[in-house]
């Protein structure tokens, strides 16, 4: 597990600090640090989680709907995209909330399953 920007940018609002989304520029200086991890690591399959992840490993990619929890080939392996965690509690509809969290784990389950599917060809 590893973050593909590397600094934690945040604003101060009263007593809380809130996380500032990285920008295009940001995460572009940190391409080359995950690129460096991702080849060290050799991962046959990558679950990318979250919009800053997705625009790092696969350059303009869409959006996470469009690319969610569908395998994807990169230089490095697979890739499956979900949502970053912190989206999910953003979500102010419940039933929307619940639809969103199972997306979530549905995706974390295919991850494990990609990678058996993976071995079974390399066989």
Known sequence: MTNAVKHFKYEHRGKRRLHKRPNSYEIERCKWWLDLERAFVKPDVTVIVGASAARSVLGKFGTI???????????????????????????????????????????????PKLLHSLDGNRK
Request: aromatic share 4%; glycine share 2%.
């Open 65 to 111: 709907s469009s690319a969610r929890s569908r395998p994807i080939a990169t230089d490095h392996g697979q890739a499956l995209v979900t949502l970053h965690p912190s989206a999910l509690l953003r979500i102010r509809d419940e039933a929307e909330r619940h639809r969103a969290y199972r997306q979530f784990v549905d995706a974390l389950r295919k991850a």
